[in-house]
């Protein structure tokens, strides 16, 4: 009988557990598998946007570096993961 009752002592914690993971880490597991998915998809001409939030066209990949065009004349060097998302305000 004893055994059952640190059983039941432990049940609010597991549960409190299978909360947190279903609340916190599965969503945010989800949203890293998107951003990997949409950085691999990346192709010149995309309009992104990176987390400093310069906007740019890409004009080139390589490994794990992209070229943004961000005016005329400037183009940058950022690094893949530096892309948050694709800019859909662009005009194409």
């Known amino acids: 009988m004893e055994g059952l009752g640190s ?4 049940a609010p914690l597991v549960i409190m557990l299978g909360i947190f993971y279903f609340l916190l880490i599965a969503p945010m597991r989800k949203r ?3 951003q990997e ?3 691999a998809a ?3 001409g ?3 946007i990176t987390a400093g939030g310069i906007c740019g066209t890409i004009v080139g990949i390589k490994d794990d570096r992209i070229t943004l065009r961000i005016a ?3 183009k940058i060097e950022i690094t ?4 948050s998302g694709l ?3 662009a005009s194409s």
């Open 80 to 83: 893949k993961s530096s892309v």
């Open 37 to 39: 998915q949409m950085i």
């Open 7 to 10: 059983l039941g002592q432990l």
């Open 46 to 48: 995309d309009h992104v």
């Open 72 to 74: 005329d004349q400037v």
């Open 87 to 89: 800019d859909s305000s």
């Open 32 to 34: 890293q598998k998107q």
């Open 42 to 44: 990346l192709k010149p």
